[in-house]
């Protein structure tokens, strides 16, 4: 490939900073932080609409985890310092643009942490790694659907395509996923838990 990629990203420098043992879990310590998170991530007016819609009737689950909820009274924080974090992340104002890739060549980007990759913001544009260049480059929607179309048509069999999910997808967005991937004709909807848990599953 010629691009000096490195396999994989590399490991945290710093070593985790450990502590004696707090004697709550919760309270104005948390509150602070979670704020903290929300507000240099989100702003202040995304912040309380976003922590006061987490795990709501008429608002959205945590991205966080999986801790059931109640069926009858809800609170106002029904959700966790951790889960304010991942809420904070999803919601972020950064944005990766095509200036930033740019930037910043496909080698240069594998030797950068993942916690660095993420926390550079969300994609403006469609972006595409031609062949012989060392950077990504934005291309228009039209395009970036028409490669993609004729990707699919061009396999022998619909069951060579994977159509990958994340299970930090909105329910939404997966029911029309797996319908564009059976109308195509597979199932082939592997997910990120698929990966997190096949060490479980091995086990």
Not at 85 to 103: C, H, I, N
Not at 117 to 126: D, V
Request: charged share 20%; with cysteine; proline share 6%.
């Amino acid at each position: 490939m010629g691009r000096d990629v490195a396999a994989t990203t590399p490991s945290e420098s710093s070593p985790p900073s450990l502590s004696k043992p707090k004697d709550v879990a919760a309270g104005i310590p948390a509150v602070i932080s979670s704020l903290t998170h929300g507000i240099t991530r989100m702003g202040t007016l995304a912040s309380l609409r976003n922590f006061t819609s987490v795990n709501r009737f008429d608002g959205f689950d945590c991205p966080g985890c999986a801790w059931p909820d109640p069926d009858g009274h809800r609170t106002i924080a029904e959700f966790c310092e951790n889960g304010a974090k991942a809420v904070a992340d999803e919601g972020t104002r950064k944005r990766a643009g095509p200036e930033f890739w740019s930037q910043w060549s496909v080698g240069e980007l594998s030797r950068k942490s993942d916690q660095w990759l993420n926390s550079q913001g969300r994609l403006t544009h469609p972006m595409i790694l031609r062949p012989g260049s060392d950077y990504y480059s934005e291309l228009s929607w039209d395009e970036a659907f028409d490669i993609i179309a004729d990707e699919l048509v061009s396999l022998d069999n619909p069951d060579q395509a994977v159509f990958y999910t994340s299970g930090r997808t909105s329910n939404e967005a997966a029911f029309l996923w797996q319908l564009l991937a059976r109308r195509f004709g597979t199932n082939n909807l592997p997910d990120c838990s698929n990966m997190c848990h096949e060490s479980s599953g091995v086990a």
